[in-house]
């Protein structure tokens, strides 16, 4: 077996691990993704993983309240986008991530 083939093995089995733990642990529940388009890193928030496909995630609103897509480049935030919908190559997800409830500011006395 040479290199490639060895390599693109080890590709195919760590991206079949991946999905298997994306079924198990996340789909169905309301994540951020962190995923590369081009130079840009974005963050896709607060979408319920509703879809895993082989290539590809799809994330959807929930309570009618819209995905917020973060655009960074250069370190700063370039772009800020609202959509019902995205769907994403796994080839560009960075991470999933189940994001913490948030909890109500509590009041000193």
């Known amino acids: 077996m040479t290199d490639s083939n060895s390599n693109t093995n080890v590709q195919r089995v760590t991206l079949e691990n991946f999905i298997r733990r994306l079924a198990s642990r996340f789909q169905g529940r309301v994540v951020n993704v ?15 993983l509703t879809l895993i496909g082989r290539d590809f995630i ?4 929930v309570d009618d309240l819209e995905i917020e897509v973060i655009t960074i480049s250069g370190g700063d935030v370039v772009d800020t986008e609202f959509v019902d919908v995205i769907i994403i190559p796994l080839s560009q997800v960075c991470s999933v991530e189940i994001p913490e409830k948030c909890k109500d500011d509590e009041i000193s006395d």
């Open 58 to 61: 799809e994330l959807t609103e």
């Open 34 to 48: 962190e995923f590369f388009c081009g130079e840009c890193c974005k963050k896709a928030k607060g979408g319920k």
